[in-house]
Antibody, heavy 124, light 107 residues
Framework: EVQLVESGGGLVQPGKSLRVSCAVS????????MHWVRQAPGKGLEWVSG????????AYADSVKGRFTISRDNAKNSLFLQMNGVRPEDTALYYC?????????????????WGRGTTVTVSS | DIQMTQSPSSLSASVGDRVTITCRAS??????LNWYQQKPGKAPKLLIH???SLQGGVSSRFSGSGSGTQFTLTISSLQSEDFATYFC?????????FGQGTRLEIK
């Protein structure tokens, strides 16, 4: 059974840092690109960041570029998002999502598996 | 960045109706267009990838079409479980962008 389980969310003060993680099982993790997608309460979906299968290509939304860093550990089947300098507008449910492809040559595909999300709240 | 615009933003329909949702890209994205369904409190579910390919396990009453800048998602005969919010997404280039969503409600 495919599982993506996010963790590490919580309440964080503006300007501080937080690292969220996604533990994956049920598929060959290092064959696929992975992504973070967030959803603010009552709002739509916003792609945050993606990473290719071998970490050779990473991409970010303009809203988080320079503040967030995506990474992965293929030996541990884990995906990470380091969030620095968080802002109130970063408050959202953060989903980990599996790409249908490897993310080679900067090309991503549809997201065919999703976790349940971890909630990040930025507030003083 | 590529802007994705869905229409309508909301839609009321009845069980058995045929429904079409439109997604327009601000520039050509070939067929790098995906459709998702999201129900309240749940993660999104991939329905259609590369504009017209039905994701495995998804009902054949869902279909997608289009290329370039104009795309449609059609539900041939609405079932009660189809009432949800639908999002289009372009994966042509980064940053990946989603449409604002179409909320499909029961009439």
């Amino acid at each position: 059974e495919v599982q993506l389980v996010e963790s590490g969310g919580g309440l964080v003060q503006p300007g501080k840092s937080l690292r969220v993680s996604c533990a994956v099982s049920g598929f060959i993790f290092d064959d696929y690109a992975m992504h973070w997608v967030r959803q603010a309460p009552g709002k739509g979906l916003e792609w945050v960041s993606g990473i290719s299968w071998n970490s050779g290509y990473t991409a970010y939304a303009d809203s988080v570029k320079g503040r967030f860093t995506i990474s992965r550990d293929n030996a541990k089947n884990s995906l990470f998002l380091q969030m620095n300098g968080v802002r109130p507008e970063d408050t959202a449910l953060y989903y980990c999502a599996k790409d249908q492809g490897p993310g080679d040559h900067t090309v991503f595909s549809g997201f065919d598996m999703w976790g349940r999300g971890t909630t990040v709240t930025v507030s003083s | 960045d590529i802007q994705m615009t869905q229409s309508p933003s909301s839609l009321s329909a009845s069980v058995g109706d045929r429904v079409t949702i439109t997604c327009r890209a601000s520039q050509s994205i070939a067929t790098y267009l995906n459709w998702y369904q999201q129900k309240p409190g749940k993660a999104p579910k991939l329905l259609i990838h590369t504009a017209s390919s039905l994701q495995g396990g998804v009902s054949s009453r869902f279909s997608g079409s289009g290329s370039g800048t104009q795309f449609t998602l059609t539900i041939s005969s609405l079932q009660s479980e189809d009432f949800a919010t639908y999002f289009c997404q372009q994966s042509y280039n980064s940053p990946i962008t989603f449409g604002q969503g179409t909320r499909l409600e029961i009439k």
